[in-house]
């Protein structure tokens, strides 16, 4: 069975992280064209609005395999420059993979989210915690340093003093402390974390899917580039936005107050 569940229900594509027997690590040789393949199936399918992202079992991810890195093996193995290079490929590949998905995605965090698997939670547009999650960036703990990019994913979730508390001391939080720090959004009973993260997406999916799509491309470009830079993105999508047969409809909805059929034209 595959390592990456793929399940499409109508709009919403669920993720599934699937090594659940070793807490779903990440990382594994494979994953990086696993994680590419499935960004590229969602950004494809125009039916696509909104994704989930999970883990199977009791863990979101745990991070990278600690058993590998012992025994040198997999996609540790070898010089440094053969490592650096299945870095590049498989774990930067994976972390470049979920950035890239144009629909929202949300991360359902069931469990602990350790390390990469912190990180990677990190990069879906929004997070819902079960109540039995756990949260970390311990790359210090085991002598690394975060080479999956983290250095710069976590300070944009959470800002620099929080990144830095929790990569220089390798602490783990709860599930409550990471509601407060502004890591996840909303805190849920393990038992309706799925019920919660697909009502959300539900929501999600009501909007015009072209403009969605645009909304997350404009508010990602915003990470890294200058407010002029965005100010004429946002004028350029805006023009394709009012010509686009959803804008007609939503304004005719409003003036019928009646509830809009959004088709993605």
């Not at 199936?41 to 890195?69: H, Q, W, Y």
């Not at 508010?219 to 804008?247: K, N, P, W, Y």
Request: charged fraction near 20%.
């Amino acid at each position: 069975m595959s390592a990456l569940l793929y399940d499409k229900r109508g709009a919403v594509v669920r993720l599934t992280i699937n090594r659940p027997e070793a807490r779903n690590p990440l990382g594994e040789e494979g994953d990086g064209a696993l994680f590419a393949d499935a960004a590229q199936r969602i950004n494809e399918d125009r039916e696509v609005r909104c994704a989930i992202l999970t883990g199977a079992g009791p863990a979101f991810s745990a991070g990278g395999n600690l058993k590998a890195m012992r025994a040198r093996s997999g996609s540790f193995a070898g010089a440094p420059v053969h490592i650096r290079e299945r870095y590049r490929n498989g774990i930067h590949r994976l972390v470049k993979a979920i950035w890239g998905i144009e629909v929202p995605v949300i991360a359902a965090v069931n469990g602990p989210a350790i390390g990469l698997g912190n990180d990677v939670a990190c990069l879906a547009d929004l997070r819902i915690a079960a109540d039995n999650a756990v949260f970390g960036a311990t790359f210090l703990k085991v002598g690394l340093v975060p080479g999956d990019g983290g250095a710069w994913i976590l300070p944009r979730t959470i800002g620099m003093a929080r990144a830095a508390e929790l990569f220089y001391t390798g602490d783990t939080i709860d599930a409550a402390t990471a509601l407060q720090w502004g890591l996840v959004s909303r805190v849920v009973p393990a038992a309706q974390l799925m019920q919660e993260a697909e009502a959300l997406a539900a929501r999600i999916c009501r909007q015009p899917p072209d403009v969605l799509r645009m909304t997350k491309r404009l508010m990602r470009e915003g990470q890294g580039t200058s407010f002029d830079t965005i100010m004429e993105m946002s004028a350029a999508f805006q023009a394709l936005a009012h010509v686009t047969d959803d804008h007609a409809e939503a304004v005719a909805a409003f003036f019928d107050k009646r509830t809009p059929n959004f088709k993605g034209s």
